[in-house]
């Protein structure tokens, strides 16, 4: 992407409504643009960064061997009359009619959609054990919204869905979506804690909050520091093997957000081992027995030929809060520093004497080496306005190409994350930023 090209709306003064880091640096870099409260559009830096994170979840479900599907936003009133949630969800809930005066509703999940669509395929335990999940938008009349994407009232959310004979597939169930979530968060550089967490409108007995661990985040919560030093890339290399002691070793140790807090737990983590900090919740999965199927009338027959209703679970990540999350994370004065795993573009080729022929013919060699997950600040600019605009958005590497060091066929590499700077050849900088 050519920037003289881009339509990239950065600022250079913060809004007076942005009140935290990701909601200010958002703005600023030109990634979204608030329509009304609560509800942005994602402009093409965003969108960049917002597709990367949904499809490292992607690649997470299917390897954990859920299966996409897409269900509308738009749901009808009845289908939440069968669970009881109609009238229980609360203002929250957008509801609707349409011109034929039928009851609808902007969906803010979908457990009994879902399971209205399994209870037209699923008839015997053969059909079972299966996962169904989906990326998108949902809506949240939230009474306050504010930080930004972190608490809107539109957002992107991945929700699945899985399907169990009995207590014990549910349990299986449940500890591969916990291993996927900690190597979905894990693949994005994230740091993420599963905290026990209340079930809240969804229900059921058993649930895990993920948290990432950030100054400005939203919950006090408090952890054994043994968490923060599991390797969960390393530790979990096979998605479909015995789960169950990874998520021993989580489930194991104290993990707690402050409305889970037990004082009398807490006393007995070994002083050396406490951390206490501030969290972002970035996912959500829940164990809730028959609650939905019951109440949906879905129903199987078993191996032995009686009408067995299945166990579910559900789970749920939130990829737009996720980008902000990631900003939260990681980020300086200067502005974000995306992990390479996210990050809009890898490289921003900064040419900083445009007209230049060395210049020119150098930026142009080191940019194409990496289209198009590159962008070439060709702006008639000032050298500082680019410097300061490439830290702004945050790409990890930066080429830096002035007529000193074009003359020598050389280029400066800026590793956003650390600083670092090395003037290095062509070859050597393109192979460091492949490495």
Known sequence: MRLSRAFLPTLKETPAEAQIASHRLMLRAGMIRQTSAGIYAWLPLGLRVLQKVAEIVRQEQDAAGAQEILMPTIQTADLWRQSGRYDAYGPEMLRLRDR?????????TNEEMVTDIFKSYAKSYRDLPRNLYHIQWKFRDEMRPRFGVMRGREFLMKDAYSFDLDYEGAQRSYRQMFVAYLRTFARMGLKAIPMQADTGPIGGNLSHEFIVLAETGESQVYLHRDLLDFDVLASAPDRQGDLAPIVDF??????ATDEKHDAAAWA????????????????????????YSAAMGLQVSGADGKMVVPEMGSYGIGVSRLVGALIEANHDEAGIKWPDS?????????????????CDALSERIYAAFDPDAVLDDREDRAGAKFADADLMGFPWQAIIGPRSAAAGRIELKRRATGERAELSVEDAIARIRG
């Open 268 to 291: 007995r983590v070994p002083a050396e081992r406490q951390v206490s900090a501030r969290g972002i919740e970035v996912g959500h999965i829940f164990y809730f027995g028959t609650k």
């Open 342 to 358: 996210v990050a809009p573009f890898r490289l921003a080729v900064l040419n900083l004497k445009r007209g230049d022929a060395g």
């Open 250 to 255: 989580w489930t194991s140790r104290y993990a």
């Open 100 to 108: 034929h005066e039928r009851e609808m509703l902007f969906g803010p």
